[in-house]
């Protein structure tokens, strides 16, 4: 079973910054693809950012656009999420998912905090 397993939330200010990490158990270079989500306090997980195969494409959800950038190493089977200019609505549990194939993921991190305060 692949395991992911998220890193580098915390507490920080609004306009700062803050990169995710997911380390996983399986080579990231065999997955259809790779995503982060988040999820706040009482509202639905919603799609954040996701990259190929092959780290060409990337996909980023228009609230994070131009702020949030998604990366991996296939060397060191983890996948990053740096967040600059962070804003109190990017305030969630972010979470690390991974697909074998096109469509929903197929398997998904425990999340780790990210808190935005003034």
């Known amino acids: 079973q692949v395991q992911l397993v998220e890193s580098g939330g915390g507490l920080v200010q609004a306009g700062g910054s803050l990169r995710l990490s997911c380390a996983a158990s399986a080579r990231t270079s065999s997955f259809y693809n790779m995503a982060w989500f988040r999820q706040a306090p009482g509202k639905e997980r919603e799609f954040v950012a996701r990259?190929?195969?092959?780290?060409?494409?990337?996909d980023y959800a228009d609230s994070v656009k131009g702020r949030f950038t998604i990366s991996k190493d296939n060397a060191k089977n983890t996948l990053y999420l740096q967040m600059n200019s962070l804003k109190f609505e990017d305030a969630a549990i972010y979470y690390c998912?991974?697909?074998?194939?096109?469509?929903?993921?197929?398997?998904w991190g425990q999340g780790t905090q990210v808190t935005v305060s003034s």
């Open positions: 990259i190929r195969r092959t780290g060409n494409t990337q």
């Open positions: 998912a991974a697909a074998d194939g096109p469509g929903e993921p197929d398997y």
